[in-house]
Nanobody
Framework: QVQLVESGGGLVQPGGSLRLSCAAS????????MGWYRQAPGKQRELVAD???????NYANSVKGRFTISRDNAKKTVYLQMNSLKPEDTAVYYC????????WGQGTQVTVSS
């Protein structure tokens, strides 16, 4: 069983920054794709960004230029650096790992509000 534990969420003012972390219970070196998704109230879960084992990245248009995904294989952790946050970024953010099956973390709340 693979466990993913997110941290780093919180309340931030518009224009601020947060860094989310996703710590895995296993080595992530060979995990083909890991990603961050988010779900706002009343909306479907959507892809924010993902990163392959070869460090190729993919971003939702709404976060391009503001968010950066990265992975540290030695620490078994994937990060999401979020800058220039907007109220519409408010959501629960989930970590995702695609192995034989798809694994999800429990989520971390990000609230952008003045």
């Amino acid at each position: 069983q693979v466990q993913l534990v997110e941290s780093g969420g919180g309340l931030v003012q518009p224009g601020g920054s947060l860094r989310l972390s996703c710590a895995a219970s296993i080595s992530i070196f060979s995990i083909k794709v890991m990603g961050w998704y988010r779900q706002a109230p009343g909306k479907q879960r959507e892809l924010v960004a993902d990163i392959t084992s070869g460090d190729s990245t993919n971003y939702a248009n709404s976060v391009k230029g503001r968010f950066t995904i990265s992975r540290d294989n030695a620490k078994k952790t994937v990060y999401l650096q979020m800058n220039s946050l907007k109220p519409e970024d408010t959501a629960v953010y989930y970590c995702n790992a695609q192995i034989v099956r798809t694994y999800w973390g429990q989520g971390t709340q990000v609230t952008v509000s003045s």
